[in-house]
């Protein structure tokens, strides 16, 4: 009888070590992962900037721009929420600007993302996470609504965006799922060769645009996300 005790006291402890190895591995061995924030690109040297030929006059955004979402989901079962993550190229849209090295004026900000595009690019061990993708799409109904759009009027841009990155704040109007709420994005601007580069972020709640969060089978997903873009615009 003790002898089975102990037999079963050990199979006790090494079922715990077990499972504290297999928790440590998930959360921490990369098992699970989100990539970092859509932020500025690090410039190079290697292409004119347009400095050299002026800010002023209109712009568009060209390849190599990215658009998504970022928000927190806990699986059932587990207490550390994940980071669910999911992005497109399919982005357009411009702006114009005025002024000069002294300081400029940027006006009709437009960006438009095609939403039925997302992808998600985040990780996690025995999850297939592409199946987000067609919840997120039904939920947003991006068959017969695909298009989020983000305007702004104005802003102002200190004429040192030209040699070094600038904060900007943009109030504007986010339209997703056909309904539009004025928001703020806090943005960073700066010159990378002939292209101006804006990276920024602002947070909504999904509730607020007619969107109930994603559901699926033992999954919860918080009502808070937070909308992120880098995008490049060429002079036109």
């Known amino acids: 009888m003790k002898r089975n005790l102990i037999v079963a006291a050990a199979a006790g402890l090494a079922i715990v070590v077990l499972v504290g190895v297999a928790a440590y591995a998930y959360f921490f061995s990369g098992l699970r992962t989100s990539p970092a924030g859509l932020g500025l690109s690090t410039p190079t040297a290697s292409s004119p900037t347009a400095a050299t030929t002026g800010l002023a006059g209109s712009w568009k955004v060209t390849n190599g721009s990215l658009a998504g979402y970022r928000v927190q989901e806990l699986f059932g079962g587990e207490t550390s929420k994940h980071l669910a993550v999911a992005r497109t190229s399919t982005v357009s849209g411009g702006l114009m600007v005025s002024g000069d090295a002294s300081g400029y004026q940027v006006s009709g900000i437009a960006l438009t993302a095609d939403l039925s ?4 690019v985040d990780q996690v061990a025995g999850r ?3 199946q987000r993708d067609g919840v997120v799409a039904r939920q947003l109904e991006t068959q017969q609504i695909p298009l989020a759009t983000f305007t702004a009027a104005t802003a102002s841009v200190p004429g040192s965006v030209t040699s070094s990155p600038a904060d900007v704040t ?16 806090t943005t960073h601007a700066q010159v990378v060769g002939d292209k ?33 873009f ?3 615009l060429v002079k036109t």
């Not at 943009?170 to 994005?185: E, F, P, Q, Y």
């Not at 909504?204 to 992120?228: G, H, L």
């Open 117 to 120: 595009t997302l992808q998600s």
């Open 170 to 185: 943009l109030l504007g109007r986010l339209t997703i799922h056909g309904v539009s709420k004025d928001v703020t994005a």
């Open 196 to 228: 101006i580069e804006i990276a920024g972020t602002l947070t909504i709640n999904m509730n607020d645009y007619s969107v109930s969060p994603p559901r699926a089978p033992f999954v919860t997903v918080d009502p808070t996300a937070v909308i992120e």
């Open 128 to 130: 297939n996470v592409s």
């Open 230 to 232: 880098d995008v490049f």
